[in-house]
């Protein structure tokens, strides 16, 4: 099963942490690019965080110094560790599975495959 499966959603209040898991039993998940998007109501589909399996990961602005991604090699999984939520990080977000090597990480057309998302709901 190359895709990935999404989990950790929930409603927190702002200021709260959640951790989102991704997992993918596929032998090249852990040489893959992984990456977090999020999209919002009535809004496209936004870059979070990627993590190239042999690279530093790279953040959104947005989310810099709040989020931070890491794998679990063991496991096939990618963490996305949210702290210090906001009411704006509200959205469904995606794990998604690219290639080896990518250009341009912040580009969802660059991934092949996508989870169903998981909601997160952050209140004021």
């Known amino acids: 099963q190359v895709q990935p499966v999404e989990s950790g959603g929930g409603f927190v209040q702002a200021g709260d942490s959640l951790r989102l898991s991704c997992v993918a039993s596929?032998?090249?998940?852990?040489?893959?690019?992984v990456a977090w998007f999020r999209q919002a109501p009535g809004k496209e589909r936004d870059f979070v965080a990627a993590?190239?399996?042999?690279?530093?990961?790279t953040y959104a602005d947005s989310v810099k110094g709040r989020f931070r991604i890491s794998r679990e090699t063991a496991k096939n999984t990618v963490y996305l560790q949210m702290d210090n939520l906001k009411p704006n990080d509200t959205a469904v977000y995606y794990c998604?599975?690219?290639?080896?090597?990518?250009?341009?990480?912040?580009?969802?057309?660059?991934?092949?495959?996508w989870g169903q998302g998981t909601q997160v709901t952050v209140s004021s």
């Open positions: 998604a599975l690219g290639g080896p090597v990518i250009r341009g990480l912040r580009t969802a057309e660059k991934y092949n495959y």
């Open positions: 596929t032998r090249t998940f852990m040489r893959s690019v």
């Open positions: 993590s190239p399996w042999n690279t530093d990961p």
